[in-house]
């Protein structure tokens, strides 16, 4: 009789045992890394590949990548039920130099489904001149006439133009503004979100994000380097379709786990 009431008593242990264990691992957290990979439809594009003129835009310009950096901000995991998990407050991402490629989000998240989205560039609030003493390091600021803040991004090169004769490109993304000066107007706002759609995390997890270069000449406005190569931050009209030619450059790559 003794032996039943101990055996029954080790199988409640166990069961209340396996069921704490059940719980333990619905609360599981994970790391998060992000890797941002950069292509020209589809063929890698490292700082090896730079300073040779070797791509050919949408309009038919032969050109070469000197460099490109960009800055993406509020990388974020949103779950089901709305609450959302900021991993990186911002990130500067320097392709020629290979600093900032990868990045570890700064808090764990648990385990499940989620959003992932982040913004090219800042938006008007995180947008503050001179408060990122990081970015200020880097010579990344806007010129306070055209309305201070921060690059989304820096896209320099080389191109062959209509008198076969390489010219230079400075492809730079910044907020759109009309009358530089004291008093700059700013008639659109120009950075993006990105919403690379939903992700299942189960363990830690690496996620790559793609960045495909072509896609900034290319969709929906092809881009034309020889009217369009020089001096585009001051040009509205220019940042606004660069702006527009944006939603298409990223895209979800390999998840990892």
């Known amino acids: 009789m003794k032996m039943k009431k101990i055996c029954f008593v080790l199988s409640v242990f166990f069961v209340l045992s396996s069921c704490g264990n059940d719980d333990d691992n619905s609360l599981q957290e994970a790391d998060v890394t992000f890797s941002f990979n950069h292509n020209w439809d589809g063929t890698e594009v490292t700082s090896l590949d730079f300073n040779t003129?070797?791509?050919?835009?949408?309009?038919?310009?032969?050109?070469?990548?000197?460099r490109l950096r960009y800055l993406v901000s509020r990388v974020m995991l949103t779950n089901a039920s709305n609450q959302e998990y900021i991993l990186s407050d911002y990130n500067l991402i320097d392709v020629g130099t290979e600093v900032g490629?990868?990045?570890?989000?700064?808090?764990e998240i648990p385990t499940g489904a989620y959003t992932?989205?982040?913004?090219?560039?800042?938006?008007?609030?995180?947008?503050?001149d001179g408060a990122y003493l990081d970015l200020n390091s880097?010579?990344?600021n806007v010129p306070m006439m055209l309305g201070g803040g921060y690059h989304?991004?820096?896209?320099?090169?080389?191109?062959i133009n209509t008198s076969?004769?390489?010219?230079?490109?400075?492809?730079?993304?910044?907020?759109?503004?009309?009358?530089?000066g004291t008093n700059p107007i700013f008639p659109q706002d120009t950075f993006f979100e990105v919403d690379l759609g939903t992700i299942n995390i189960s363990n830690d997890v690496s996620i790559e994000v793609e960045m495909n270069i072509a896609e900034w000449f290319r969709s929906p406005h092809i881009w034309n380097l020889n009217d369009l190569d020089t001096v585009l931050m001051p040009n509205s009209s220019a940042q606004i379709m660069m702006y527009d030619?944006?939603?298409?450059?990223?895209?979800?790559g390999t998840i990892t786990q």
């Open 53 to 66: 003129i070797q791509y050919t835009n949408a309009n038919g310009e032969e050109l070469s990548i000197e």
């Open 101 to 107: 490629l990868t990045f570890t989000g700064e808090t």
């Open 116 to 128: 992932m989205s982040f913004i090219f560039g800042f938006n008007n609030q995180d947008n503050i």
């Open 138 to 140: 880097t010579s990344f």
């Open 152 to 159: 989304y991004m820096q896209f320099d090169g080389k191109y």
């Open 164 to 180: 076969a004769t390489e010219t230079g490109f400075n492809y730079h993304v910044i907020r759109a503004v009309d009358n530089p």
């Open 245 to 252: 030619n944006g939603q298409s450059v990223f895209s979800l």
